[in-house]
């Protein structure tokens, strides 16, 4: 007999193109975050709120797709459903990250490339894969983070959990009590960008006003990480189970630049950084919440329903590959940092499109045929 838990549901189109726009605002904020300051305050500079983002994305899309499947479906089976979604690719992105690792090297940013064991780096990977954070005693590439192979990786660590929570007790709570969750994250939101420091455990200067951060393993970034997870998940979480939603003419233009300018507005806080921590708690609070609704409540035209498809399917692959390649530009960056701009534009477009590649390679060749295959002899059984 059929699964009826396997049956997908129909996809908020606007919501994919979303995270493809979300996805690649991320590589362009990676590009240049190896330059100086000056260009990084300018230019993509709040590219790292489209984490946060993506948390309220997830935590919109899992109420929706699972919420009323729960007559259905057992623990372990929204567990297997999300590692087949999740899992292959973040295997791909760590074996991208072995394959380039050693070319990321002969640079001072990353001093610990050139003496790395390569037995080291396959016990990381492995480690890597199993979800394992890493404590900066066993740094291999000499950021101290908490995956030294492949960066992006943090954030599924904490997708995860969230899963997990949402699976263990978030479905079972009514919108009362998910309500009250919201607002209680909230002010662990603005305990971090307005630099509140409710607990005392902000105690980094570069990290005060501000939620970038999530990427160590010591207690001041575990609790800058949770905080990015909890407001946005819940309450994205909370939307779909609330069914509030806007419907506008052109819906993925309007939302897709209001994602670009959002993201791509210069750092405010140059003086004094109350201010830029003020405009990302209005991000994170309020207008990623509104973007989500207007997604979620809006429809496609025909011209448009293509590229959200393709960037709804780019965007898992491209985020969680294109580090490795960051890290190869950024140490090309550190050896060459008067060539001519001429040539920093140029091997700029070329690190991008090496990341599109592999991508979309990534998705054709590999996730899709992987997770049909794990639906078919894993899922169904």
Known sequence: MKNSFLESKPRY???DGLRGVAALVVV????????PAEYVSNFMAHGYLAVDFFFALSGFVIGYAYDDRWDKMSTWGFFKRRITRLHPMVIMGVLVGVCFFYYSGDCEIFNKVDDAAWWMLLVQSLLLICMIPLPSSMDIRGWGELTSIDGP???LMFEYVANIFY????????RTVLAILVALSAVLTADCTLHLNLFGNLVTEWQQYSVIGGFYLNPENLYIGYVRLLY?????LLLSRMGKTIKINNGFVVTALMVLIMLGIPNLGTTHKIYDGIYQLVCILLVFPLILSIGAGSTLGKKTTGICKFLGEISFPLYITHYPIIYMHTSWYQRHTDAALGTHL???FCTLLIALGIAYAALRLYDEPVRAWLKEHWLKK
């Open 167 to 174: 699976a263990l007790f978030l479905r079972r709570t009514g």
């Open 13 to 15: 189109e606007i919501l």
């Open 28 to 35: 362009l904020y990676h590009l240049v975050e190896c330059y």
């Open 232 to 236: 946005p998940f819940l309450c994205g």
């Open 346 to 348: 140029m091997i700029g």
């Open 153 to 155: 990786i943090w954030t």
